[in-house]
């Protein structure tokens, strides 16, 4: 299931990347002989319904042509946005929310949980910079646990 995930990451990301789209995500769930296939695409500003179907379409018929020499037969496919309560998890997710309040959870040095509340100031290779109140606090990108935009009700 590894190796499929990965052929499968590198031939949607490509693709997606010629469409001006970002690969947020990608799993694989469901049995082994038919899995469903789920990409969780992204760009600047968000995606429409209308991108989500036109890489579908795109994608299976990517699939179809290249399914045979990555082990991939018979599957479903599903291509959604990852939706607004979708977690942060890389650099990029983070500038993307620049100036937004999140949630970030962290595991301590006790194996603890601690969360923290704040807006993202700035982002680095390492490190995320987060403003709350009148404090920055500098929290490495490899500790963080997870990571939400606060949504506001």
């Not at 992204?42 to 179809?64: A, I």
Request: glycine residues 4%; proline residues 3%; contains cysteine.
């Amino acid at each position: 299931m590894r190796e499929l995930k990965s052929n499968l990451t590198d031939l949607v990301e490509k693709t997606l990347k010629e469409e001006g789209l970002e690969l947020v995500d990608l799993l694989i769930v469901g049995h082994p002989s038919s899995p469903v296939i789920q990409v969780f695409i992204d760009r600047e500003g968000g995606v429409t319904v209308s991108d989500c179907v036109q890489m579908n379409r795109k994608l299976s018929l990517l699939l179809e042509l290249e399914g045979d020499q990555i082990n991939l037969t018979s599957y479903r496919l599903e291509v959604s946005s990852p939706g607004l309560d979708r977690p942060l998890r890389t650099k990029r997710d983070f500038e993307r929310h620049r100036e937004k309040e999140v949630i970030v959870s962290l595991k301590t040095e006790a194996k603890q949980i601690e969360l923290i509340e704040g807006f993202i100031d700035a982002v680095s290779e390492n490190e995320l910079i987060l403003k709350s109140d009148d404090t920055m606090r500098s929290i490495p990108l490899d500790a963080i646990e997870k990571a939400i935009v606060k949504l506001k009700w």
